[in-house]
């Protein structure tokens, strides 16, 4: 598993936008300020919080949590660039 904890003043619109774009490819399930996909052979999962949007990866092997972080980091990069948001993934440990 993989987490990401990305510091903004309104992760709540990041969120949104992340599922919204996201969504024409993948199917989100939504329950309050966290919403989750399934990624390829992976998961992955958005929550919002208070002045941070955490982005969640998880899989049962390196390639499906590697997939996972690169779709949901490299969109929300893109969606945030004028704001210079930056994901930065940190791996549980096995």
Excluded: C, M
């Excluded at 949590?65 to 704001?83: C, I, S, Y």
């Amino acid at each position: 598993t993989s987490r990401a904890d990305v510091p903004t003043p309104t992760p709540g619109r990041y969120a949104k936008q992340l599922v919204s774009h996201l969504g024409h490819k993948l199917t989100f399930t939504t329950d309050g300020d966290t919403s989750t996909a399934s990624i390829g052979e992976g998961t992955g999962t958005i929550v919002v919080g208070a002045g941070v949007l955490t982005l969640l990866a998880s899989g049962a092997d390196e390639a499906s949590v590697a997939r996972v972080e690169d779709v949901l980091g490299r969109h929300l990069q893109r969606f945030g660039q004028r704001n210079e948001l930056t994901v930065t993934w940190v791996r549980a440990a096995p």
